[in-house]
């Protein structure tokens, strides 16, 4: 099963990438490329390509089969490998391939929903959770395929220490998913300047009104997880937490800065487009490496050597 390995790694890039990117639909004002048609595209399997709004939307239903059929496939050869050492069972990549099918399907219900009722907020921030968690759950199968065959290491991470990666991941969601809410209710303006909203700690009804407070709730969640990672990577060096964990910390701080140097600059230039990809990117960028601080939290296997024996005793052998 050693296929299960680069196969699994593939479809944990291209899930990145499809979520990094998807940002562009709506940005170009592409959503409606395809009309309120699905899975069709203007009532043709291949429309004409005859202007860049259909060519962007196409194109992006184009990567999600791909990435669809990547993830069933993972899910496959993790089901015909599950009595193998470390692809079934509790820890095993089963799971969560499993459930990265179950979310693919809702992924795809909420994708025709979206075209149907032609983009209302409430379901594009809906399928833009589902697809962070579908996003979870691929890079999960993938730490977990490359880990087979490393030990529990004799210095795991503290239960505090996953809670507090648990806690992380749960901030770095909700800002990415009001991040979404606010581009999607045009809010990206609602509060000019940085750090504060046009100047001020909360924004008032004139500044922006309800848009505004959707806006600064957003930046707040963001300045949160910051200070949290902040605090974070002092005091789990104090704590002598594994130095794998800690690389995993102080990654997740670097990226969220760049994350946060970007976002600020967006603002001060008044939104411009490569600026909002870009923000969009960092931003799955940001997700991917919460997930991996959670997951290196829970695992804290790495680095070391791999398995000479099995949990039988017997010797280790890697799937092949």
Same mark, same amino acid.
């Given at each position: 099963m050693k296929i =299960? %390995? $680069?196969? /699994?790694? *593939?479809t944990a890039v291209l899930a990145f990438a499809l979520v990094a990117l998807s940002p562009i639909v709506r940005i170009t004002g592409s959503g409606l490329g395809c &009309? #309120? #048609?699905? $899975? =069709?595209?203007? &009532? %043709? *399997? *291949? $429309? $004409? =390509? #005859?202007? =860049?709004e259909v060519m962007i939307e196409w194109g992006h239903r184009l990567a999600a089969v791909l990435v669809s059929v990547l993830v069933v496939a993972v899910a496959a050869l993790a089901w015909l490998g599950r009595r193998e050492t470390g692809i079934g069972g509790r820890g095993g990549v089963l799971t969560p391939a499993i459930l990265g099918v179950l979310l693919l399907v809702s992924q795809i219900l909420l994708g025709a929903v979206t075209v149907w009722l032609e983009l209302p907020t409430w379901v594009v921030v809906l399928h833009m959770s589902n697809a962070l968690a579908l996003l979870a759950a691929v890079l999960v199968v993938t730490f977990r395929a490359f880990s087979l065959g490393v030990p529990t290491p004799d210095h795991p991470p503290s239960g505090r220490a996953r809670r507090t990666a648990l806690a992380a991941l749960g901030l770095g969601g909700a800002a990415l998913l009001l991040g979404a809410l606010t581009a999607n209710m045009d809010a990206g303006m609602a509060c000019g300047g940085f750090p504060l909203c046009s100047? /001020?700690?909360w924004p008032t009804g004139g500044g922006g009104g309800r848009l505004a407070h959707v806006h600064w709730v957003h930046r707040l969640v963001a300045y949160a997880l910051f200070f949290q990672l902040a605090v974070v990577v002092v005091v789990w060096r104090r704590r002598g937490e594994p130095a794998g964990v800690q690389r995993a910390a102080w990654l997740a701080l670097g990226v969220l800065v760049a994350h946060v140097v970007v976002a600020a600059t967006m603002v001060i230039q008044l939104l411009p487009m490569p600026l909002r990809t870009a923000h969009a990117a960092l931003g799955a960028l940001v997700w991917t490496v919460l997930v991996y601080l959670v997951w290196a939290s829970a695992s804290g296997a790495r680095g070391a050597a791999p398995h000479t024996r099995d949990a039988t005793g017997q010797p280790w052998v890697e799937p092949s």
């Open positions: =299960l %390995r $680069p196969l /699994s790694a *593939i &009309g #309120d #048609d699905w $899975p =069709l595209c203007n &009532g %043709r *399997i *291949i $429309p $004409p =390509l #005859d202007n =860049l100047g /001020s700690f």
